[in-house]
């Protein structure tokens, strides 16, 4: 009987794993988890409203604030999955190299821009700190924290389209 050795992950991969698991649980389980806030808070409001004739302010409060982490990481999600919305009648057209460009083009100037606005909507998010939200007393640190995640989220998975659409169009050591 022959002993098999012990699969061991290096670094490299133990990372990769720790950088998917953790893009799962923020773009995937974190959206599920915050939809189902939404229509629980719903139900809750509906139900004091209808049944009981007390309706309440924080289940519609606390319903949009999840509603706004379900968008912005949803929208990460389908960037890093590329299952976002796009006029395509004319793209689809060109030669898949002129895409590619296209996709370069398109993909630095998304990511310039919110690298631009990364730091004043961090700034902002440590000054809005102090402001409480109306019927929850949240800091609003915590309602809009989603957005500078959001636009880091973007930014790293823009980089890694653009160095496979770079690698693709160019071939792998630069040359055509």
Same mark, same amino acid.
């Given at each position: 009987?022959?002993?098999?050795?012990?699969?061991?992950?290096?670094?490299?991969?133990?990372?990769?794993?720790?950088?998917?698991?953790?893009?799962?649980? !923020?773009?995937?389980?974190? $959206?599920? &988890?915050? !939809?189902?806030?939404?229509?629980?808070?719903?139900?809750?409001?509906?139900?004091?409203?209808?049944?009981?004739?007390?309706?309440?302010?924080? $289940?519609?409060? &606390?319903?949009?604030?999840?509603?706004?982490?379900? &968008?912005?990481?949803?929208?990460?999600?389908?960037?890093?999955?590329?299952?976002?919305?796009?006029?395509?009648?004319?793209?689809?057209?060109? $030669?898949?190299?002129?895409?590619?460009?296209?996709?370069?083009?398109?993909?630095?100037?998304?990511?310039? !821009?919110?690298?631009?606005? !990364?730091?004043?909507?961090?700034?902002?998010?440590?000054?809005?700190?102090?402001?409480?939200?109306?019927?929850?007393? &949240? $800091?609003?640190?915590?309602?809009?924290?989603?957005?500078?995640?959001?636009?880091?989220?973007?930014?790293?998975?823009?980089?890694?389209?653009?160095?496979?659409?770079?690698?693709?169009?160019?071939?792998?050591?630069?040359?055509?």
């Amino acid at each position: 009987m022959r002993i098999q050795p012990k699969k061991t992950l290096d670094t490299w991969g133990a990372l990769q794993l720790i950088w998917n698991g953790l893009l799962y649980f !923020l773009e995937d389980i974190v $959206p599920v &988890l915050s !939809l189902v806030i939404v229509v629980f808070s719903l139900i809750v409001q509906i139900f004091y409203r209808y049944v009981l004739g007390t309706p309440l302010t924080w $289940p519609f409060e &606390l319903s949009i604030y999840a509603y706004i982490w379900t &968008l912005y990481l949803g929208a990460a999600h389908a960037v890093r999955t590329q299952d976002h919305v796009r006029l395509d009648i004319i793209y689809n057209q060109m $030669p898949l190299e002129l895409q590619k460009l296209c996709d370069i083009g398109f993909n630095t100037v998304i990511t310039v !821009l919110f690298l631009l606005i !990364l730091r004043p909507a961090w700034d902002y998010l440590l000054f809005s700190y102090r402001i409480k939200t109306v019927a929850l007393k &949240l $800091p609003w640190t915590y309602v809009f924290g989603v957005f500078p995640l959001f636009l880091a989220l973007v930014v790293v998975h823009n980089i890694g389209h653009i160095v496979r659409d770079i690698k693709m169009v160019f071939g792998r050591d630069g040359t055509r």
